[in-house]
């Protein structure tokens, strides 16, 4: 009998010196484990991203520590090799259970392959929009401004579209602006250019523009394209619109809103109207404006 199945007591028992030995093999895998994590961070936090560093560190920790786990099931004289099948037959029957997981994994494979996006980054994806807080194999979580928890499955990042916000350094802005259809559009145009060349936060390159977008109703459209850094997109767009609206002010340019006028045929009965005066008319005035409404 060799010295190993001399540890193991009749009956299939194991010792207290197995037992201490395999939590001995266990305990130096979390610490080996642990520490390889470490170093690995520190050497390659330059060259990869941090949700590869993330999930990269996790493969070797779990790779060590499994290694570690076996040798302490066997010290406790365990077969590897049936464990292994039955492991093996245990892993069939949960990939047949957990399709959905598994197309979950692959997709995240191949999310990290491709590198749509990183922690940090602001996604919008089907209606909602927030920041990247972790990639996982499984799922990538969001958090959005108004501060909730959304958990997105890899599958569906694959199969559906996504908007990364932030994954080029500037962005455009568009804002459109209507005014009136008396007003001189060169002159409107010349004013909007003017407020952003004299903006530093507006780049002069990739260049400002102008285009005349529409004929509404009440109005003439006109989009005007500005670009700066991502960081400050939402302030600026802000911004603009207020003074947008105290130069057109000052300038004297209306910007319409949509108006409603009531007609009534010659069919119809006359359309009721009261004349309200801030001092109180006697009555034989107020008389004579109902009676004169009348005839009209």
């Known amino acids: 009998m060799s010295e190993l199945a001399a540890e193991v007591a009749v009956g299939g028992a194991i010792t207290w010196i197995a037992a201490i030995k395999a939590l001995a093999i266990v305990l130096a895998g979390l610490i080996i484990g642990r520490l390889v994590t470490r170093i690995f961070k ?5 060259r990869l991203g941090i949700h590869l560093l993330s999930i990269y560190s ?13 040798s302490a099931i066997h010290q406790l004289g365990f077969e590897i090799s049936v464990l292994l099948g039955a492991a093996g037959i245990l892993t069939v029957a949960l990939g047949f259970a957990s399709q959905t997981s598994a197309s979950n ?5 191949f999310l990290l392959g491709e590198k749509p996006f990183q922690v940090g980054d602001v996604l919008r994806v089907e209606g909602d929009t927030g920041e990247v807080i972790s990639i996982d194999l499984l799922s990538v979580k969001l958090r959005t401004f108004d501060n909730l928890y959304v958990r997105i499955p890899n599958e569906l990042l ?12 500037i962005r455009r802005m568009d804002l459109v602006v209507g005014v009136a259809y008396r007003e001189n559009l060169d002159e409107v145009i010349k004013l909007l250019l003017e407020l952003v060349h004299n903006d530093p936060r507006c780049l002069e390159e990739p260049q ?7 004929f509404n109703s009440s109005s003439v459209d006109i989009q005007l394209s500005v670009w700066a850094r991502r960081e400050i997109v939402r302030d600026l767009k802000s911004e603009l619109m207020m003074r947008i609206k105290a130069a057109f002010d000052q300038q004297g340019i209306e910007i319409p809103f949509p108006h409603v006028s009531l007609y009534s045929g010659s069919k119809t009965e006359p359309i009721p ?6 001092e109180p008319l006697d009555r034989g005035s107020n008389a004579e404006i109902e009676s004169d409404l009348r005839d009209r």
Request: charged share 15%; net charge positive; with cysteine.
């Open 42 to 46: 520190r050497v390659a936090a330059i």
């Open 58 to 70: 996790r493969l070797i920790f779990y790779s060590i520590f499994t290694l570690f786990a076996v």
């Open 105 to 109: 994994l692959i997709s995240g494979l």
């Open 158 to 169: 694959i199969k559906s579209k996504f908007v990364n916000l932030t994954k080029f350094p």
């Open 208 to 214: 400002s523009f102008c285009l005349v977008t529409g």
């Open 273 to 278: 109207v009261r004349l309200m005066v801030d």
